[in-house]
């Protein structure tokens, strides 16, 4: 296997990579895999409360997360793993309205959510 480099992102990512060994990231080659990212302030860690904020941050979490470890973002992805509570209709219109704002160049069917 090639050489895994690690990342943490400033702030929270630091903490929890100090505290528990969790990186937001590794990078094996030109592939870049993220840990899980929630609706978490990436400075402090704090979750917001409201499930629209919490899923937009998360967007711009695996943003942060991508960059941070040398990649271009959103543009990159071709596969999303999505786990949050509700999974009602606010949530997924709220998955969808991030999708398209992260993703806009995507083909228009959608990523493969797992």
Known sequence: ?????????EGHG???QKVFRYSQAVRVGDRIE???QGGWDPKTGEFEKEINAQ??????????CLKDAGGKGWSQ???????HVPINN?????MVRNFKKYMPDH????????
Do not use: T, W
């Open 1 to 9: 296997m090639s050489h895994l480099k690690f990342y943490a992102y």
């Open 14 to 16: 630091v903490r929890q």
């Open 34 to 36: 993220c840990s899980g």
């Open 55 to 64: 899923i937009d941050l998360a967007f711009s979490n695996v943003e942060l």
């Open 77 to 83: 992805v071709y596969r999303v793993n999505s786990y």
């Open 90 to 94: 606010e949530a997924l219109e709220a």
């Open 107 to 114: 083909d228009r069917s959608g990523p493969a959510l797992g």
